[in-house]
């Protein structure tokens, strides 16, 4: 059976990633997790979301760019799709990510563009959640943040922290203390046991405790989780302290369990999509198959009907 550390390693091949991205079949198989290639193709369904009162955070999939060039195109686009949120008035904020911006060729591009888009998403009332990547970019990743966030009010740029690190407690500690709004996750990439805990219990746990100081902090922040058990622990939690459903919001990724999103927005709590769109989805597409490797079966069934 396939395993979640080879699907990982999978996503970060290069060679395979432009094969895939450039073979249009392969792109059919992707819909389940990618909304569709151009944000004209992917207003309609955050159209709907709103009905069924979730919001929405806007990411254009990419990430380690590699020029200069390519970084600005990732700027324009996002600029781009700030200004449909406002002209199709639809609720929704935008993820980036810095790998997307530069950060790769030089933090202090990443940080301008980001800085951009940050100004942008000010200008219009919006807000712009900094996603956060594999380790090797975490501490230039809130080096960034930080920056952004002194020059920008709380509501305007946000972080995302993941529990399966180590450092995670301490980094939420520090960052509530700013203030900063963070979007607690579990962690997506493929980490060594020097950083992140080997074990999913741990990181059970551990997300839990960063929950429990999150919602405690009494700033507004983000329970990004699909798993049934965290959000339970964060409504127990909520209650036992009168947390109100007003002071926090769900967030789960488009294309996975839309029963438990539709359900909770039905109960009263705010919840927030995370919509991916854009032609270079492989990176994204891979370390979704990595969380449930049971969906290689999905795929693979797909791939089979033709
Ligand atoms: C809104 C949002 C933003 C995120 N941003 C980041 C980020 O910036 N950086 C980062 O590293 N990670 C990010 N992630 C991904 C996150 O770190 C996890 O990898 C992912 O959410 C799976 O963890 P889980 O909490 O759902 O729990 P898990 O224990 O992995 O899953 C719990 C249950 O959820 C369902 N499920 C989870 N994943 C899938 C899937 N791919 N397909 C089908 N069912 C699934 C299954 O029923 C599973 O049993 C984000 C996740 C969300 C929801």
Request: net charge neutral; hydrophobic share 40%; proline share 3%.
């Amino acid at each position: 059976m396939i395993t979640r550390n080879a699907l990982l390693w999978l996503s970060q091949q290069e060679g395979l990633k432009d094969l895939a991205t450039r073979i249009g079949f392969f792109k059919r198989l992707t819909t389940r997790f990618v909304a569709g290639d151009t944000i004209d193709e992917v207003v309609p369904f955050i159209h709907r979301l709103n009905v069924e009162n979730c919001t929405a955070s806007f990411d254009h999939l990419n990430e380690a760019v590699e020029s200069s060039d390519e970084a600005e195109r990732e700027v324009a686009e996002y600029l781009n799709i700030l200004t449909k949120i406002d002209e199709q008035r639809i609720r929704s904020n935008v993820s980036i990510k810095l790998t997307q911006f530069g950060l790769g060729l030089d933090p202090e591009l990443a940080y301008k563009n980001a800085r951009r888009i940050v100004e942008e998403a000010h200008r219009r009332g919006n807000f712009v959640r900094v996603d956060m990547e594999d380790s090797s970019v975490t501490q230039v990743t809130i080096d960034i943040f930080k920056r952004l966030r002194a020059e920008f009010d709380l509501n305007t740029v946000g972080i995302v922290l993941q529990s399966y690190l180590y450092r995670t407690y301490a980094d939420a500690q520090a960052l509530v203390n700013l203030p900063a709004r963070i979007r607690i996750c579990k962690g997506a990439y493929n980490e060594p046991p020097e950083v992140a805990f080997p074990d999913k219990k741990d990181v059970d746990a551990n997300y839990v405790k960063v929950m429990q100081l999150l919602l405690g902090s009494g700033i507004y922040h983000g329970v990004a989780t699909h798993d049934p058990k965290m959000i339970e622990a964060t409504i127990d939690f909520a209650t036992r302290e009168g947390i109100g459903k007003e002071k926090f919001e769900f967030q789960m990724l488009y294309g996975i369990r839309r029963d438990l999103q539709r359900q909770l927005a039905r109960d009263g709590f705010n919840v927030r999509i995370y919509v991916p769109y854009g032609k270079h989805w492989y990176p994204y597409f891979m370390r979704r198959l990595a969380e449930r490797p049971a969906n290689v079966w999905f795929v693979l069934k797909n791939l089979a009907k033709g």
